[in-house]
């Protein structure tokens, strides 16, 4: 059992600071997207440059989903990509948006993120899911005939294992006593990644509230559930010695352009991309003059625009009142802004125009 010290420790490594004007601490949720023209090596340069202005603008953190098998997406390594990132930032927290454990050996995950934690000391996450971030027969490929039967009913007993390897504390007589996950603390006194539990349903918000851990919610694909989750959340919260209360975090998708018309015409691309994902046909993430010459049947225009109706886009003006208003009717303790569409570079700008509405401290200016 960690003592209060410890606590403290945690809880830092858990609650952002508030930035300018902002109603919570801002983070980026990055998926890495591939545009129509564009490749997945521009995608990744263009997470550099993401991760790069969120830390001189004083966004708190930048995660990276698992996606798997999705044309549109690059982020199938989170660790691999988390890595890379940490070697061109110096002060931003990293972290995974999330890792999708089903997927994966606990001891592989653990030992991903130990190497993580020993290149960038105290500034990883470990944001954990149990949907397999795909279709089903991927999520198969993915997981061998050996483990087939491991779905995400065994969510807990995964994650209570991946604790104790991140912990090194196994009971003796346990199979895995011996076991050790390295880099981690078998090799001496070692901190280790804040563990997050991800969820777009209750199941998660339960969960991470009976464990006292923090809690990312998929807003931004399942609007519908987010209040529900979040008072489930709350209260189920036990204190724990990670956090005595409880921390919500909130997934957004956010996009501000110097134009209602100019983000409209990225979102849209963004929207047009997850119904054809959500219709059995993943692709690129299409040209804004392609989305615009498409011809929507009815239910399509409507899926389009319900999709629509739950992203904050616009002027930097009205992203800020609309991310201001989320914060008022959820109660979020942080937002998570994800800026979907076809445009590295309208992504970019859109990060560095919420800083600016917000007023947020631009590097070597000092302080906000």
């Not at 809690?215 to 010695?241: D, N």
Request: hydrophobic share 45%; net charge negative; charged share 15%.
């Amino acid at each position: 059992m960690a003592d209060t010290g410890d606590v403290v420790d945690a809880a830092d490594a858990i609650h952002g600071t508030v930035r300018g004007s902002a109603p919570v601490p801002l983070s980026v949720l990055d998926l890495v997207t591939v545009g129509a023209g564009s490749t997945a090596h521009a995608s990744l340069r263009t997470s550099v440059d993401i991760a790069r202005l969120a830390e001189a603008r004083g966004y708190h953190r930048h995660w990276v989903a698992e996606h798997h098998s999705m044309p549109g997406v690059a982020s199938s390594s989170p660790a691999v990509i988390l890595a890379h990132l940490a070697a061109h930032t110096s002060r931003i927290r990293l972290g995974s948006g999330g890792v999708m454990l089903p997927n994966h050996a606990p001891l592989a995950i653990a030992e991903q993120f130990g190497t993580l934690e020993a290149l960038a000391p105290g500034r990883i996450d470990l944001g954990l899911g149990r949907a397999p971030g795909t279709d089903g027969r991927t999520a198969t490929a993915l997981r061998g005939g050996g483990r087939l039967d491991e779905g995400a009913e065994d969510f807990p007993r995964q994650l209570a294992e991946l604790t104790r390897f991140l912990d090194d504390d196994f009971p003796d007589g346990h199979p895995y006593a011996r076991v050790h996950a390295v880099p981690g603390p078998v090799q001496g006194p070692a901190a280790r990644p804040p563990l997050w539990l991800l969820g777009s349903s209750g199941f998660s918000a339960a969960l991470a509230g009976q464990l006292g851990l923090p809690f990312a919610y998929a807003h931004h694909f399942s609007a519908a559930g987010t209040i529900p989750a979040l008072e489930l959340y709350r209260q189920s919260f036990r204190p724990s010695a990670v956090l005595a209360e409880p921390y919500a975090l909130i997934g957004v998708s956010a996009l501000a352009a110097d134009t209602e018309e100019a983000a409209r015409a990225q979102v849209l691309t963004g929207a047009l991309s997850m119904l054809r994902l959500r219709s059995g046909r993943p692709g690129l993430v299409p040209t804004p003059q392609e989305a615009a010459a498409y011809s929507f049947s009815s239910l399509e225009r409507e899926f389009v625009d319900s999709w629509l109706a739950n992203v904050v886009y616009g002027t930097p003006g009205a992203v800020r009142d609309g991310l201001d208003a989320l914060v008022k009717r959820t109660g979020a303790d942080e937002l998570m802004l994800t800026a979907t569409g076809h445009s590295g570079a309208a992504r970019l700008r859109s990060y560095g125009l919420v800083a600016d509405a917000y007023g947020m401290p631009v590097e070597g200016a000092g302080p906000a």
